[in-house]
């Protein structure tokens, strides 16, 4: 990741702390930021500081263009360098404004469309500076779509051995009515050890065609001998992954069962069957989990039939990630990570509330989770997967290696 030297002048840091228009302040000085980041970059490029004489130069500056980018402290005017060859390129608009860029255009298509409020009329003026038309919508959509779609129907070329589904539901407005959509997610760990979320699809409902024809999806651009599935025990989510991933196993997620489990257990005991049930997901072998199950059914089967019972039928999916080695087990016997993420893509779903059609859905959510991919890529290792392939070669006559 490359690093770079910023100088903040004197001036701009009066204006930081003593401004009492703080966004204004922020704006300036998020623009020299900026225009120093592109300064940087174009003297990475060309090999050669600005009148450097240097035999590693390979081209020469050739003045500025302005260009605005729009963010939520204000317009910054940014001075784009330009090359004499013509060969100056920067990520710096495309991945700043991919999210930004969705979310102003579901709010435009809301006002196009007749049904946004006077509010989001106020809000998407303001953040593009100007009034825009139905043309104008369809031009930018032109630009973004292509990009989403393409992360979308990426080729899963990697391994990966453990995968993560989960379903958000959004409202989305369709020949004048308002209806529910669900938006499926499906988050792996490859091979390498990073996350990826590898697909997304939106579906009338989280039945089993709906989960079957997004898990085709997926194995038609790739992915295959995947071990662990992990999600919640909706059936129709259920019957799919059994059907589409035979040779796998399926983790049920421990925090929707203990809910569950609660659901069905007294009031008053519900504070010591939780802990009982802490101690049967940190067992540290399936022996030990039979155990601990056991017991738990023997000291409450007559005070809690109902939780005992469903601890009973349960307990091998529960239980599944106790074929693992222990240090992948936290991180993959529940949804939370997916969880997490659904979290932030309603953070930004509020904003909308009621999208003006499918298409702005995909766009919104595809442009987010392709952020968050790129973060996951660029960041730490989820797992070090070293000791998962040398455990299944020892396990598999016919192991399955990295790429």
Not at 219 to 231: A, I, P, Q, Y
């Given at each position: 990741m490359a690093q770079f030297n910023i100088t903040i002048t004197e001036e701009l840091l009066h204006g930081l702390f003593l401004s009492n228009g703080r966004d204004e302040a922020f704006s300036k000085?998020?623009?020299?930021?900026?225009?120093?980041?592109?300064?940087?970059q174009s003297t990475e490029q060309i090999?050669?500081?600005?009148?450097?004489?240097?035999?590693?130069?390979?081209?020469?500056?050739?003045?500025?263009?302005?260009?605005?980018?729009?963010?939520?402290?204000?317009?910054?005017?940014?001075?784009v360098p330009r090359h004499r060859n013509g060969q100056f390129s920067t990520e710096l608009f495309s991945r700043y404004q991919r999210s930004e860029q969705a979310l102003v255009l579901a709010m435009m298509e809301m006002v196009i469309n007749g049904v946004s409020t006077r509010k989001v009329e106020q809000i998407t003026e303001e953040l593009c500076g100007k009034k825009f038309s139905?043309?104008?919508?369809?031009?930018?959509?032109?630009?973004?779509?292509?990009?989403v779609e393409a992360f979308r129907t990426r080729p899963l070329k990697c391994h990966?051995?453990?995968?993560?589904?989960?379903?958000?539901?959004?409202?989305?407005?369709?020949?004048?009515?308002?209806?529910?959509?669900?938006?499926?997610?499906?988050?792996?760990?490859?091979?390498?050890?990073y996350r990826e979320i590898i697909g997304f699809q939106l579906a009338n409902s989280e039945s089993e065609s709906s989960w079957g024809e997004f898990f085709s999806s997926l194995?038609?651009?790739?992915?295959?001998?995947?071990?662990?599935?992990?999600?919640d025990d909706h059936k129709g989510l259920v019957n799919a992954v059994r059907r589409h991933f035979q040779g796998a196993s399926w983790q049920r997620c421990q925090t929707h069962f203990s809910r569950n489990m609660l659901d069905h257990t007294p009031k008053a005991l519900q504070p010591e069957v939780k802990e009982e049930l802490r101690r049967l997901y940190e067992a540290v072998d399936l022996e030990s989990?039979?155990?601990?199950?056991?017991?738990?059914i023997e000291t409450y089967e007559a005070k809690a039939p109902k939780?005992?019972?469903?601890?009973?039928?349960?307990?091998?999916?529960?239980?599944?990630?106790?074929a693992l080695p222990l240090k992948y087990r936290k991180r993959l016997r529940t949804t939370?990570?997916?969880?997490?993420?659904?979290?932030?893509?309603?953070?930004?779903?509020?904003?909308?509330?009621?999208?003006?059609?499918?298409?702005?859905?995909?766009?919104?959510?595809?442009?987010?989770?392709?952020?968050?991919?790129?973060?996951w890529q660029t960041g730490r290792k989820y797992f070090d997967m070293q000791l998962y392939y040398q455990t299944h070669k020892e396990k598999n006559p016919n192991p399955i290696t990295a790429a």
């Open positions: 000085l998020l623009e020299e930021i900026f225009n120093q980041v592109l300064l940087a090999g050669a500081e600005p009148y450097e004489r240097t035999e590693t130069r390979t081209a020469y500056r050739n003045g500025f263009r302005e260009r605005q980018l729009t963010t939520r402290v204000g317009t910054l005017t940014l001075r139905k043309s104008a919508v369809s031009t930018l959509c032109k630009k973004l779509d292509p990009i990966y051995p453990f995968l993560t589904v989960d379903a958000i539901y959004v409202k989305v407005r369709e020949n004048g009515r308002v209806q529910s959509r669900g938006l499926l997610i499906a988050v792996a760990v490859n091979e390498e050890g194995k038609d651009r790739g992915l295959k001998n995947v071990d662990l599935v992990t999600s989990a039979r155990k601990i199950r056991d017991q738990i939780m005992t019972g469903l601890l009973d039928e349960a307990f091998d999916d529960i239980t599944a990630v106790l939370n990570g997916v969880e997490r993420l659904n979290q932030e893509i309603r953070r930004r779903e509020r904003v909308i509330r009621i999208f003006p059609n499918e298409a702005s859905v995909i766009r919104l959510m595809g442009a987010l989770l392709m952020e968050q991919d790129e973060k």
